[in-house]
């Protein structure tokens, strides 16, 4: 199915209502592999009538298949190397100190906050179990929340293809994490119940999400528009602990924010504290 004149602007704007994502001129090919085929199994003959169908049905799968399709859901584990060597190295042993010296229990609230197939969150997991050993006497939450749900759902299942665990530049942390099953390789037990899933649109209030020591919220900001784009990094901002740290993806920044996210380096990766706002910047 080709987009005809005037569709392209419809689509756009169903993306953003359904999703929050903004899409270019540039994606139309993207609509037409993506969408046309959705288009074509609901009986519409063009564009136009997809966008009517999505904002007068109440057809719950016609509209979750189109957010599946037209999310992207690229991911890998330990994806880019250096937050995963923040996370051992500083932000969890700083957390852990914040809490100790507090007198608070053992316990860990970490959000990944677009998990795509569960990649990211598996891979908080192993880091944990890298640091903390067999976490006895630890309350451990990993919150794994994404927008998609037939994403999440193969999250959930935690079964790779080979080709899934070889593109990971941990190759010993993976052969020790995986085991061989029917249909490729399953993340161990041990890690997979450290993950509770969740389907949720960044966009609309987090009812109920709780507070964390760190938040990963990354290679999905590169998907909204500016200013959803920073309503998000103040309300993921405000889920976080005092000592808390948040992360984002290697392309992204949250300069234009405000004051209270200032980028700190550590292991090479960008991190931010926004509750610990520097002196004279509130
Ligand atoms: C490129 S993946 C990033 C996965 C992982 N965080 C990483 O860095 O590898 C982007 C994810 O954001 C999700 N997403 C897009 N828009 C969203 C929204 N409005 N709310 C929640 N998740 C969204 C997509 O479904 C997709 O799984």
């Known amino acids: 199915m080709q987009l005809r004149p005037g569709e392209m602007a419809l689509m756009r704007q169903m993306a953003l ?35 009517f169908r999505t904002r007068y049905s109440a057809n719950k799968e016609l509209l979750q298949d189109i957010v599946e399709a037209i999310t992207t859901h690229e991911t890998i584990f ?23 010296r507090l007198g608070q229990p053992r316990k860990l609230r970490i959000w990944s906050a677009a998990c795509s197939t569960g990649q990211e969150p598996y891979s908080i997991g192993i880091v944990l179990h890298e640091l903390l050993r067999d976490l006895k006497g630890w309350d451990i939450q990993i919150i794994a929340t994404d927008i998609a749900k037939a994403t999440l759902q193969a999250a959930e299942r935690g079964i790779y293809a080979s080709h899934d665990i070889a593109r990971s530049a941990k190759p010993a942390l993976m052969k020790q994490y995986f085991e061989p099953v029917d249909g490729g390789f399953r993340v161990v037990d041990s890690v997979r119940k450290l993950v509770q899933w969740r389907q949720m649109n960044l966009l609309e209030p987090f009812s109920g999400i709780g507070q964390f020591d760190i938040v990963f919220l990354r290679n999905v900001l590169i998907y909204f528009e500016a200013e959803p784009r920073r309503d998000l990094a103040r309300r993921v901002g405000d889920t976080l602990l005092p000592h808390g740290w948040l992360v984002v993806g290697a392309a992204e920044n949250l300069l234009d924010a405000g004051p209270q996210f200032v980028p700190q380096t550590h292991c090479r990766a960008t991190v931010y504290q926004p509750k610990l706002v520097p002196a004279g910047k509130a």
């Open 17 to 51: 209502q359904l999703a929050g994502i903004s899409l270019d001129d540039s994606k139309g090919y993207l609509i037409e592999t993506r969408l046309g085929p959705i288009a074509e199994r609901v009986g519409c003959t063009n564009f136009n009538e997809l966008y």
């Open 78 to 100: 330990f994806r880019d190397g250096a937050p995963f060597e923040a996370l051992q190295y500083k932000l969890l042993p700083e957390v852990i100190d914040a809490r100790e």
